[in-house]
Each structure stands twice: as structure tokens, then as C-alpha cells.
């Protein structure tokens, strides 16, 4: 796999979605939790989104329940949460694994191209890559990075 648009990734009713269909676009990728302390940078990911969605940009919501148990029930529910509390609108995907034989292949490919804090291990929720319009991950930011940080960087991408 040498890029984003190789990947198929299974949507909330487990149905397959190519991610060609983000092909030209700026994507930022995050493994989310609705439970843990790290769970308020849902605020600042929709305001980037509100912020540069028109100008091409996106972002891929991947809950995980790997850390923790702090990502719990279903598409429903996890869909209930974020909108009531966050009012997220950008998409949301099946929940996943993103370390251990179970990975999901996109993240197993994501931490290949841009290792973190723990090598080639995600170190927990709301870890974060950011891909350039080819389809190239440019950086990996850490489950601490508060999502608004990462705005000059977006900008960056989007108008170059």
C-alpha cells in the first residue's frame, strides 16, 4: 500500500467505503474514545472541520475501545454522544483496533509511514495523521496534541 486511496475502511453499518474518495483532499485521521480525559478535543477537531471543510479538508473518525474500555457501545450511541456533546459532523467510521494482530490495515499502514512516542504503536486515544492531497502521510501528532495546534500545519497543506 503506498497511499491513503489503497485502503478500504468499513462505515458504521459495516459497509465498505474506498478512501478514494478522499482523493485531492487534506484528511486528518484519529482513533476517538467517547469516555476517556483526552475526549474534549472532539470541541477543537469541528472546529478545524467547520473551519476548513469548504477548502478541502476532512476528518476520518475511527473509534477504538483498545485503551481501556473508553470507547463503549454502539455506532448509535457513539454517534448520540459526539453530536449531543460535541456536535461533530464529520464522518465517523466502524470501531477498530489499532494495535495487535486485529489492527486495522489502514492504521498498521498509517504507523509504518509515521512512527510516535511508543515506535509503531499507537500510544493511545485520539492519536492523530495528517495526509497531504496525494494521499502521503506528513505527520503524526501525539493523543496529546490539542487539535488546534495542528491548524498551521493544515493551512499548510491546503494551500500548497
Same mark, same amino acid.
Given at each position: 500500500m503506498?497511499?491513503?486511496?489503497?485502503?478500504?475502511?468499513?462505515? $458504521? !453499518?459495516?459497509?465498505p467505503v474506498?478512501?478514494?474518495? &478522499?482523493?485531492?483532499?487534506v484528511?486528518?485521521i484519529?482513533n476517538?474514545?467517547?469516555?476517556?480525559?483526552?475526549?474534549?478535543q &472532539?470541541q477543537?477537531?469541528? #472546529?478545524?472541520?467547520?473551519? &476548513?471543510?469548504? $477548502?478541502?479538508?476532512?476528518?476520518?473518525d *475511527?473509534?477504538?475501545? $483498545?485503551?481501556?474500555? $473508553? !470507547?463503549p457501545?454502539n455506532? @448509535? @450511541?457513539?454517534?448520540s454522544?459526539c453530536?449531543?456533546? &460535541?456536535q461533530?459532523? *464529520?464522518p465517523?467510521? !466502524?470501531?477498530?483496533?489499532v494495535?495487535?494482530? @486485529? %489492527?486495522e490495515?489502514? *492504521?498498521?499502514?498509517?504507523k509504518? @509511514?509515521?512512527?510516535?512516542?511508543?515506535g %509503531?504503536?499507537? #500510544?493511545?486515544?485520539?492519536?492523530?495523521f495528517l495526509?497531504?492531497r496525494?494521499?502521503?502521510?506528513? #505527520?503524526r501528532?501525539?493523543s496529546?496534541?490539542?487539535?488546534?495546534?495542528? #491548524?498551521?500545519?493544515i493551512?499548510?497543506?491546503l494551500?500548497?
Open positions: 503506498t497511499s491513503l486511496y489503497d485502503f478500504t475502511v468499513s462505515d $458504521q !453499518a459495516d459497509q474506498s478512501l478514494q474518495n &478522499y482523493k485531492g483532499k484528511v486528518l484519529a476517538t474514545a467517547t469516555g476517556c480525559g483526552l475526549t474534549p &472532539y477543537g477537531l469541528q #472546529e478545524l472541520y467547520d473551519k &476548513y471543510k469548504d $477548502q478541502g479538508f476532512e476528518i476520518l *475511527f473509534p477504538c475501545n $483498545q485503551f481501556m474500555g $473508553q !470507547a457501545g455506532a @448509535e @450511541e457513539i454517534n454522544f453530536t449531543l456533546n &460535541y461533530t459532523t *464529520f465517523r467510521f !466502524a470501531k477498530i483496533k494495535n495487535g494482530k @486485529e %489492527a490495515p489502514l *492504521f498498521e499502514w498509517l509504518k @509511514e509515521k512512527s510516535g512516542p511508543l %509503531a504503536r499507537i #500510544e493511545w486515544n485520539f492519536a492523530k495526509i497531504n496525494e494521499g502521503k502521510v506528513i #505527520e501528532f501525539s496529546k496534541t490539542d487539535p488546534l495546534k495542528m #491548524e498551521e500545519a493551512k499548510f497543506l494551500n500548497n
